[in-house]
């Protein structure tokens, strides 16, 4: 019973290229969160994913960020025209449907450096 | 202004002391959460609370609803034991959590 899985675990991009980050979220959950950790700062939101559906990106960066999550496949963070600002750790996490408190989990991240 | 605050923000201990990290909210939730993170590692969910208090092995972590307050504690320290912990809590509308930004702990052999 595989976690949820992020890959890849460090990208490193060059100034303007595009960064895909993927999560595949644990069996049986349905909804996936993307959080941006700068260094020396805290986990921030930046969005909530159900299949197909956005349904609260209020932390995404207006422009040259995106989120999807198919109904097949994991979820793709994507990052156009990439920024030395944008280097950061990117963590996914998967829950069961809402309602619940339980089986929040977190992947184990993706270190984006961007040179 | 942070809706969660930890302190301290960073602490040395010797291997054997009890440790407390201490995490203050502002914002009503129904749920608060202890993660670690070890350096360049992902992160784990120690516990969630709502209320009381919960024990696994040398962890414990206690909530009080009233004050807005949650401790982990750490028994018997280990080296091992060496990481970040930080402090989330869900709030009951919508699906996102408020993080503090984490208590560096060093345990010192």
């Known amino acids: 019973n595989a976690g949820v899985m992020q890959n890849p675990r460090h990208l490193v991009r060059r100034r303007g290229q595009e960064a895909r980050l993927r999560c595949s979220p644990m069996k049986g959950h349905s909804h996936v969160y993307w959080y941006r950790q700068l260094p020396e700062e805290g986990l921030k939101f930046m969005v909530y994913l159900q299949k197909e559906n956005i349904i609260d990106e209020s932390g995404m960066p207006k422009e040259r960020f995106s989120a999807e999550f198919p109904k097949e496949g994991p979820s793709i963070l994507r990052i156009q025209q990439v920024v030395r600002g944008d280097s950061a750790a990117y963590f996914c996490a998967s829950s069961p449907p809402v309602g619940t408190n339980y089986g929040y989990t977190f992947g184990s991240g993706t270190r984006l450096t961007v040179v | 202004k942070n809706e969660v605050e930890q302190s301290p923000q960073n602490l040395t201990a010797q291997e054997g002391e009890f440790i407390t990290i201490n995490c203050s909210y502002s914002?009503?939730?129904?749920?608060l959460h202890w993660l670690q993170q070890h350096p360049g590692g992902g992160i784990v969910s120690l516990f969630m609370?709502?209320?009381g208090k919960k024990k696994h092995g040398r962890l414990i972590a206690t909530i009080n609803i009233q004050e807005k307050h949650s401790s982990l504690h750490i028994t018997a320290s280990h080296p091992r034991d060496s990481a970040v912990y930080i402090c989330a809590v869900k709030v009951p509308t919508g699906n996102q959590f408020y993080f503090g930004t984490g208590t560096s702990l060093t345990v010192i052999p």
């Open positions: 609370l709502s209320s």
């Open positions: 914002v009503g939730i129904s749920a």
